[in-house]
Structure formats: structure tokens, C-alpha cells
Nanobody, 116 residues
Framework: QVLLVESGGGLVQAGGSLRLSCTVS????????MGWYRQAPGKERDVVAT???????VEDASVKGRFTLSRDNTRRTVFLQMNNLKPDDTAVYFC??????????WGKGTAVTVSH
């Protein structure tokens, strides 16, 4: 069974920082793409940032310059460093991994709350 184990969410004041991590366990398939999505209350799930096996990065414009996504292929882990957090960043953050044959895997989500 493939598991995406997330950690690092929590409550922080505006301007603060949090670091999310996500590790894929339970299988050794090639991870072609990995990253984070988020879903704010009443809104759809949207991409935050993803990085593919070649290191190509895709990130939402709203987080550029504030969030940094990095990937450790050996540890099958991605890290999302979030700085200068804003109340609009409040959401449940979901880890995402793309395996062979287009299979998508999702974590259970970790809540990030940014207060004014």
C-alpha cells in the first residue's frame, strides 16, 4: 500500500513560516512528479507547487518568492518551505505524487492556518 506521509502544518501568524514535508512509502515505483496542492474552505483544490523527476518546477503565481519546493529523490520526500505566510494561504495542504501509468497518489492533508 502506497502512503504519502505529511507533516508540518499548524497555526502561524501572518508573516511567519512553516515547513511541510511529505514522504512516499510502501512502494519503490518511479515518482515522476511530486508536490503540493491546497484547498481553502469553499474552494477547489489548486496546485501550489510541483517538481518533476528532472527538477522542473511549476508553482502558483501567488506563492512565488515566498514558498520554496525542494525534492530529495533518495528519500522520496518533498519539502515546502513557506515564508511570509498570509491569511489567504490558509487551507488544507495535500501532498501529491505521480507514479507510472498516470497513477496519482494523495496524502490525507495537513491544515495550515494563518492568522491576522
Amino acid at each position: 500500500q502506497v502512503l504519502l506521509v505529511e507533516s508540518g502544518g499548524g497555526l502561524v501568524q501572518a508573516g511567519g513560516s512553516l515547513r511541510l514535508s511529505c514522504t512516499v512509502s510502501g512502494d519503490t515505483f518511479t515518482i515522476y512528479n511530486m508536490g503540493w496542492y491546497r484547498q481553502a474552505p469553499g474552494k477547489e483544490r489548486d496546485v501550489v507547487a510541483t517538481i518533476d523527476i528532472s527538477g522542473n518546477l511549476v508553482e502558483d503565481a501567488s506563492v512565488k518568492g515566498r514558498f520554496t519546493l525542494s525534492r530529495d529523490n533518495t528519500r522520496r520526500t518533498v519539502f515546502l518551505q513557506m515564508n511570509n505566510l498570509k491569511p489567504d494561504d490558509t487551507a488544507v495542504y495535500f501532498c501529491y505524487a505521480l507514479g507510472p501509468y498516470g497513477r496519482q497518489y494523495w496524502g490525507k492533508g495537513t491544515a495550515v492556518t494563518v492568522s491576522h
